[in-house]
């Protein structure tokens, strides 16, 4: 039996296992491959087909817009083409001269409805002084519609000499001349004064007629004119049948006065056979001026009281 053999091994003589590379298998690293998320692609999705939608429609549209502006489908021929509304003063021919709208079928061609810019047009409508507001609406395929409301005069008003109309706020408007208005006239405002201050003392005139417009007429008086150069004292010429009268009203409680006026009118005329002015503003008293032969001899005004009628001021 043949011996065996026997070998004494060494350990020490290996290196050690981690430097060893037949000894562990090396461990295998994966790669994630990156996905694109759901939100991603929808997003692309969309973009896509918003794309095949929007750039042709883009093209269609400018098309179309560049038709519009030129198609003589869309051109206001004549002043037949355009409605005015709301004027009675302001002829139509002037309305339509500041709109730019051909007034008749001579010119070749007229201004494009989608070239016209509506908010200019309103406001060169209403650079008439009669027009107070103008509205501009496009009435397709070819017409135009404009819609005035025109200021409203309260008075005739003197300015050197020359009578103009003047509405609430103080606004001066020509003479139309082919309409009968009755109104007083309106004494101390100038065309240089500015516009604030012409409407102050317009709006004193308009409160006073406002405050007896009831009473005035049922007194049998009518005001003829009314001077506003004095700020702090309207003065109103009252006419009745052939009598003639100036009133100071002061600036404020006008009917009160007036009626202050009309109760002691009896009493005024005993004084003096005929008087030019009667003055309401002084409290309790009423500061009379005879006119004429009817004067005092002594020049003086008279002074009635208001205490003796019940009245005050």
């Not at 939100?39 to 549209?61: D, K, M, N, S």
């Not at 003063?89 to 494009?112: H, M, Y």
């Not at 109104?183 to 101390?188: D, Q």
């Not at 503003?281 to 500061?287: A, D, E, K």
Request: glycine share 8%; with cysteine; net charge positive.
């Amino acid at each position: 039996m043949a011996a065996r053999n026997t070998v004494d091994l060494n350990l020490e003589e290996f290196p050690p296992e981690e430097d060893s590379p037949y000894l562990r298998r090396s461990r295998a690293i994966g790669v994630r491959r990156r996905r694109i998320s759901r939100r991603t692609r929808r997003l692309l999705a969309w973009t896509v087909v918003l794309g095949a939608v929007l750039i042709p429609g883009g093209f269609a549209g400018f098309g179309l817009a560049r038709f519009a502006v030129s198609s003589r489908r869309f051109e206001i021929a004549s002043g037949a083409d355009v409605t005015v509304t709301g004027n009675r003063f302001v002829p139509r021919g002037e309305i339509l001269r500041e709109a730019g709208v051909a007034t008749s079928a001579d010119s070749e061609t007229g201004p494009n409805l989608f070239r016209m810019s509506l908010s200019a047009e309103e406001t060169r409508v209403e650079s008439i002084p009669w027009i107070k507001r103008a509205t501009v609406v496009r009435a397709f395929p070819h017409h135009l519609a404009i819609y005035v409301t025109e200021r409203v005069p309260v008075a005739f008003a003197d300015l050197g000499g020359k009578i103009t109309l003047v509405d609430a706020h103080g606004v001066i408007l020509d003479n139309p001349g082919k309409t009968a208005l009755d109104f007083p006239v309106l004494r101390g405002l100038t065309a240089d004064e500015s516009a604030s201050e012409r409407a102050q003392q317009v709006g004193t005139y308009c409160e006073f007629m406002r405050e007896t417009a009831a009473e005035m007429p049922r007194s049998g008086w009518m005001v003829s004119e009314v001077r506003l150069k004095d700020p702090d004292d309207l003065q109103a010429l009252l006419v009745q049948g052939s009598e003639t009268l100036l009133v100071h009203f002061g600036r404020r409680d006008f009917l009160r006065r007036f009626k202050n006026f009309l109760a002691l009118l009896p009493q005024l005329e005993k004084h003096s056979a005929k008087i030019a002015s009667v003055d309401l503003r002084y409290g309790n008293q009423v500061v009379v001026e005879p006119a004429g032969p009817g004067k005092n001899p002594s020049g003086n005004r008279t002074q009635p009281s208001l205490e003796g009628s019940g009245l005050r001021d």
